[in-house]
């Protein structure tokens, strides 16, 4: 992938549903002794009580965006669990639009390293999770085209336990980034 995260001391992890996004992003704050954000949306729409809608969505975007462009102006070390690519995708798929001000916002982002969650692990379902089986393969492939569309560097993280985070810091490592 592409080297540019040099500069970012901020790294997003992505990835479809039930991909240890949350743990990996726990692992890795904890291995390099930084902060880390947890992922926005599941706690807003665990909270909700009735099914979310586009606005909701929307509202979630613009507090990951805020949260994203005060974590890069105070430059912090941190580890953040999701970022605006997937909130991205989640709009196309579910609603098959996304606004525009989400997508500007996205191309004005600096370069971050994404750590993109492989699909190799086994889908649990929750109460907030929505896409198993074929759909996360599809997700899984979105991923990759949207970062590859906004030239965002990243990475694709595999392995089961152990083996995952030392993919994670083994592609840290070798983009540079200073945790």
């Known amino acids: 992938m592409e080297e540019g995260s040099k500069n970012s001391n901020i790294i997003i992890i992505s990835g479809a549903e039930s991909t240890g996004k949350t743990e990996l992003s726990k692992q890795l704050a904890s291995y390099y002794s930084c902060n880390w954000v947890p992922e926005l ?7 909700l009580d009735y099914k979310y809608q586009y606005s909701d969505v929307e509202l979630i975007a613009r507090l990951q965006a805020k949260q994203l462009k005060n974590a890069l102006k105070k430059s912090h070390r941190i580890i953040f ?5 997937i909130t991205k995708v989640w709009m196309d798929v579910v609603y098959n639009k996304c606004p525009n001000w989400l997508i500007e916002t996205i191309k004005e982002m600096p370069k971050t390293l994404h750590l993109l969650c492989d699909i190799d692990l086994p889908w649990i379902p929750d109460p907030v999770r929505e896409n198993g089986g074929e759909m996360r393969i599809k997700l899984h492939s979105m991923y990759i085209n949207e ?4 030239n965002q560097p990243f990475e694709i993280v595999s392995g089961v336990d152990e083996l995952r985070i030392q993919s994670a810091i083994s592609k840290i490592d070798k983009h540079k980034i200073k945790l």
């Not at 669990?81 to 690519?85: A, K, S």
């Not at 970062?147 to 906004?150: A, D, G």
């Open 81 to 85: 669990d999701t970022g605006l690519i």
């Open 41 to 47: 949306s599941r706690q807003y729409i665990e909270d």
């Open 147 to 150: 970062l590859s569309y906004f």
